[in-house]
């Protein structure tokens, strides 16, 4: 049995993404190509340090931001959104654990720290890129970067100090890409490294399985109106915004219908602007903010299969793993043609795609999806290729190959 380590910068069943999702699918998934493994992270949103699930140990470690000064909110904003902690005990620990490889989900100093821990142990490590960060939006980027904007930061002297600064990705064993984009990037960038392109998958037996939860009765839905699902981080990024707007010119044009938007909240000014942005357009009563569930919350499941269609409004997206959970769940999925929604979406084969942030065009998707039999033929194609195509158990399958070929070539 490979005993591999699975690092990541926080790791919170209550504050679940699809991050967390794929690591820990693909956790359970390896099990059965004799690969095992641990997940590590730091404490951020999740301050219990020792946890097992399912036979999985998950191993939490104190950490720091390395800026100053920073309050409590702007400490709270880079747990939510790709903070770059420092945690010298993860590093302690990974100097010493009997690990044959080490797979890092994060980028920035914990991908540091575990390149230092790997070249001290002569061991292989894979880096993995999940969410587009190396062609990350100006504008997403700076929003990342707004609770820094007044700090000074002291973290290069602790990765000088510790070498975490050096070649990262040019020392891996191995890089992972969700998105063909930055695969096609890095494989431009670094010729001669190993990159395996390799799509998120989804859980189809949960999400297709009927449960007895009713998502209307539980977050108190009329279940005359037609109700449409978003689910996703709550951020700028998502734009749930043009959601808000599409149930407003909907009500108006006398249109029974309800927006359920499910995701945890980035930033509480974000939220607090989607909401006012509800009560300006006077729709607030036809749409329900669910500020996040935990990862084994049935209300979830349940959300997907009592919805009438899902909406994916993205200004970005790398991949998009709850296109494939509304899928597994049945249902029809509009999404905006961004990053790898647009090679996901097959536009009218398995869902239909809308020009980002225009209301104008995710209107004519939606009319358009009432075309006779249209929705049928979606929700068939759709819920084949998410049983078929993006089971767990063909990419957990691939991904401990790779591991196998990463440790051959490291003893060569």
Known sequence: MLKTAQIIRRFSFEEWGGTENTIWNSVLGMRRHNVESEILSTTALAPTEFEERNGVTIRRFPYF???WPLNREEHLQLDHRLGNPVSLQLYSYLKSADYELLHVHSTGRIAGLVRAAARKRNIPYIVSFHRGYLQMPKQERA???RP???TFSYGKFIELAFGWRRHVISDASGIVCVGEKEADFLRERWPNKRI???ADGVDFERFSTPVK???RKAFNIPPYRTLLLCVSRIDEQKNQKLLVRFISTLTEEGENVHALIIGPPSTRYYLRELTELAQELQVADRVTI?????ADDERLVAAYQDADLFIMPSKDETFGIVVLEAWSAGLPVLASAVGGLRQLVRDGENGLLFEPDNLSSLLN????LSRYGLRDKLTTNARREASTRYSYD???GRLAEFYRESIEEQNN
């Not at 669910?290 to 935990?294: A, C, F, I, T, W």
């Not at 998707?365 to 358009?368: D, I, L, P």
Request: glycine share 8%; proline share 7%; no cysteine.
């Open 394 to 396: 063909a990419i957990s």
């Open 365 to 368: 998707a939606y009319r358009t």
């Open 290 to 294: 669910v500020p996040g569930l935990g």
């Open 65 to 67: 931001y390395p800026y």
């Open 196 to 198: 395996l392109r390799l």
């Open 143 to 145: 929003e990342m970067e």
């Open 148 to 150: 820094l904007r007044h």
């Open 213 to 215: 939860t009713d998502a």
